[in-house]
C-alpha cells in the first residue's frame, strides 16, 4: 500500500500529524499508524515543497474487507479525513 500527499499551497504547517487506521468488516480497529503515537508532529517551512509519501511494502491482513481512513490534523484542527474500503486477498 503507498499513499501519497503534496502540500500546494506556500503557508507553513506546523503540528502536523497524520494517522492511518484499518478496521475489519465489524467496525473493529485492527491497525493503527501515526506519527502522535510516537510523540513526534511534523513542520514544514513556507518555502518548502513536499510530496509526503507513506509506504506500506506489506500488510499481513487475512482474507476479508477492511475500512481505512486516512486522517490529518494540524495543530489539533481536523485537515482532511478520508474513508475508503479495502479488499485483502
Do not use: C, F
Not at 2 to 7: F, H, W
Not at 32 to 49: K, P, R, V, Y
Not at 51 to 59: E, K, Y
Not at 67 to 74: F, R
Amino acid at each position: 500500500m503507498e499513499l501519497q500527499m503534496k502540500k500546494k499551497n506556500s503557508d507553513s504547517i506546523s503540528q502536523l500529524n497524520i494517522a492511518i487506521g484499518i478496521d475489519d468488516e465489524y467496525g473493529t480497529r485492527v491497525a493503527q499508524l501515526s506519527n502522535e503515537l510516537t510523540g513526534q508532529s511534523l513542520s514544514i517551512s513556507h518555502s518548502e515543497n513536499i510530496i509526503a509519501r507513506i509506504r506500506i511494502p506489506r500488510l499481513p491482513l487475512k482474507q476479508g474487507r477492511y475500512n481505512l481512513t486516512i486522517y490529518s490534523s494540524v495543530g489539533g484542527e481536523v485537515a482532511d479525513w478520508i474513508q475508503m474500503r479495502l479488499h485483502s486477498m
